[in-house]
Structure formats: structure tokens, C-alpha cells
């Protein structure tokens, strides 16, 4: 059964850091880009980041330069470095994994086939 599990949300102030995990199991997802996307309450989930197969690495213009997404292929593992959190960032963020190997990763939720469930992040002000 493949699962992709996220890890390391939490409750931060204002300029605070965060880094969200995602471990990958039941498949290797080496092949794949992986994306985070995030859903704030009554809004439609929404692109991050995404970093393809061989590492090259995509941003929101929201976050570029704040974000950094990165991998780590032989723990099947995925991160999301956050830093200087704002509140807008509050969401549930979900990491997600594309349906086919070796594609250029897209902002499309569409086009991601396996998803976590979710990991909580609250920046206050």
C-alpha cells in the first residue's frame, strides 16, 4: 500500500521556521516529482513547491525565497524548509507525488496521483 505520511507542522509566530517532512512507503518514489500544496480554510488547495526527479525545484511566487523544498531519494523523503512565516501561510499542507515517473512537475493538482493527508501549519501574527 503506498502511502506518503507529512510530518512536522506546528503552531509558529511570524518569522519563525518550519520544516515539513514527507516519507514515502509501500513504493520508491525516486522516478517522480513531488509537490507540497497547501488548502487554507474555504479556499481551493493550492500549489507550493515542487522538486522533479533529478532535483530541479519550482516555487509559488508566494513563497520563493523563503521556501525551500529538497529530497532525499535514498530515504525516500521529501522537505519543505519554511522560513519567515507570515499568517497567510496558515494552511494544511499536503505533500503529493506525481502520477507518472520522470515528467517535469506541474502546479496542477490534477496531475499529482498519491497524496498525504495533511499536516497542520498556524503562523500567528
Known amino acids: 500500500q503506498v502511502q506518503l505520511v507529512e510530518s512536522g507542522g506546528g503552531l509558529v509566530q511570524a518569522g519563525e521556521s518550519l520544516r515539513l517532512s514527507c516519507a514515502a512507503s509501500?513504493?520508491?518514489?525516486?522516478?517522480?516529482?513531488m509537490g507540497w500544496f497547501r488548502q487554507a480554510p474555504g479556499k481551493e488547495r493550492s500549489f507550493v513547491a515542487a522538486?522533479?526527479?533529478?532535483?530541479?525545484?519550482y516555487y509559488v511566487d508566494s513563497v520563493r525565497g523563503r521556501f525551500t523544498i529538497s529530497r532525499d531519494n535514498a530515504k525516500d523523503t521529501v522537505y519543505l524548509q519554511m522560513d519567515s512565516l507570515k499568517p497567510e501561510d496558515t494552511a494544511v499542507y499536503y505533500c503529493?507525488?506525481?502520477?507518472?515517473?520522470?515528467?517535469?512537475?506541474?502546479?496542477?493538482?490534477?496531475?499529482?496521483?498519491?497524496w498525504g493527508q495533511g499536516t497542520q501549519v498556524t503562523v500567528s501574527p
Open positions: 503529493a507525488a506525481a502520477r507518472y515517473p520522470s515528467g517535469v512537475p506541474t502546479m496542477r493538482v490534477v496531475d499529482y496521483g498519491y
Open positions: 509501500g513504493r520508491t518514489f525516486s522516478r517522480y516529482a
Open positions: 522538486i522533479s526527479w533529478n532535483s530541479g525545484k
